[in-house]
């Protein structure tokens, strides 16, 4: 996640790669240790969660969120689904053990994939890789194709490719689902001039200090670039709005239970990094929570299928 609309859109493809990588590595590498003493043990997933009625904890709402996510693009046995940004690996392992598919997933996060790697087991059916989308052989083929909180890493100059990529890699009707968050324009241009400047320092922050070089997209952008390679909007929705935990929106109650989590072990995460660390990743956590509530920034689901 990364709500401010950017730093470093006019990157050319190979110092966008290497930025990516770059990106990648300054956050989810070096805060590895950190990161998973507040995300949940089971899943380790790193996105909003689900908090569907009579869901408990953590682990049973982002179980939750995978769950529903994986539902939408109706897997059959053997399938072949990629995974374009696996986090942990949960999405591909879950998958794989419900609906039988054979994963193909895309990290640029060393400390990810060797995770996920020792999670799959030696199963032959689930292969991850370091490798960027767009580094994909162009004779590959999937069946359907997911991504769960990636697509803020990309820029807006690589919405197209990516979603030429898609289209390429799959048949007629095949589907992608497409998890992200995004920025709402209509509700910042509602803020106060107050709010205004603390929205904009806090994507300043954002961009600064937790994801460099993340930018997020418009809803509008998503309809428009995938429309031009081919994709129908099968159905959008936002997942603020599927709560519900006692009225809370998904992923300012997810943030909010991060940190909780952070805050409990505090004196070991100063440990494992610092103090000016551990205030950062707090102050990230609660205003990112903050905003969601406000609806500045949004958590939704594009679910695409590729037209003949």
């Known amino acids: 996640m990364a709500p401010q609309e950017r730093v470093g859109q006019k990157l050319r493809p190979g110092l966008r790669r290497e930025a990516d990588v770059e990106s990648v590595a300054a956050h989810y590498d070096k805060g590895d240790r950190l990161i998973q003493l507040f995300i949940d043990d089971r899943t380790k997933m790193y996105t909003c969660a689900l908090w569907l009625p009579g869901v408990g904890d953590l682990a049973d709402a982002q179980v939750a969120k995978v769950d529903y996510t994986l539902g939408k693009l109706d897997l059959k046995p053997g399938q072949r689904l990629w995974d374009v940004g696996f986090g942990y690996g949960f ?170 989590n952070l805050e409990r072990v505090r004196e070991q995460a100063i440990g494992l990094t610092d103090q000016e660390t551990y205030d950062r990743y707090m102050k990230y956590l609660t205003q990112s929570a903050q905003w969601f509530r406000e609806g500045v920034i949004d958590v939704r689901q594009f679910l695409l299928r590729k037209q003949g």
């Open 91 to 260: 999405t591909l392992k879950r998958a794989r053990e419900e609906f039988g598919v054979i994963g193909v997933g895309a990290t640029l996060s060393e400390k990810q994939l060797e995770y996920a790697k020792q999670q799959a087991e030696g199963d032959a059916g689930l292969d991850y890789r370091f490798q960027g989308w767009e580094e994909l052989d162009p004779n590959e083929r999937f069946d359907a194709i997911v991504s769960i909180g990636a697509f803020e890493q990309f820029g807006s100059p690589q919405y197209p490719k990516f979603f030429e990529t898609a289209s390429r890699t799959l048949p007629k009707d095949g589907k992608i689902l497409l998890h992200t968050i995004v920025l709402d324009r209509n509700a910042f241009n509602n803020l106060s001039r107050e709010d205004k400047k603390k929205f904009i320092e806090y994507g300043k922050f954002i961009v600064t200090d937790i994801f460099p070089h993340g930018q997020l997209p418009r809803s509008e952008q998503i309809r428009e670039e995938s429309a031009k390679a081919g994709f129908e909007l099968v159905h959008e929705e936002s997942l603020q709005d599927l709560s519900i935990c006692n009225n809370e929106p998904n992923y300012a109650l997810t943030l909010e239970r991060w940190a909780e």
